[in-house]
């Protein structure tokens, strides 16, 4: 018979977690990759908008999907 109570549920909880390490690790590690992606590319928006100024974004956005 499997325990209801809070206390037990979060002691489950506790230990399926620790059992998988990796895959916490794992997922941590696609995020910051994701993350830091998402940065390189705002950066390099910026950096087109403020050189270029935003028709050429719009352009380019045009060509690729065009």
């Given amino acids: 018979m499997t325990d209801v109570h809070p206390d037990a549920m979060v002691a489950d909880r506790r230990t399926a ?3 998988r390490p990796g895959l916490r690790t794992a997922r941590m590690w696609l995020i910051g990759i994701a993350g830091a992606l998402a940065l390189v590319v705002c950066t390099i928006a ?3 908008w403020g050189i270029y100024g935003p028709a050429f974004l ?3 956005i ?3 999907c065009g």
Avoid: C, I, Q, V
Wanted: aromatic fraction near 16%; glycine fraction near 0%; avoid cysteine.
């Fill in 46 to 48: 910026f950096l087109l």
């Fill in 17 to 19: 977690s620790a059992r």
């Fill in 58 to 60: 719009l352009d380019l």
């Fill in 62 to 64: 045009a060509a690729y």
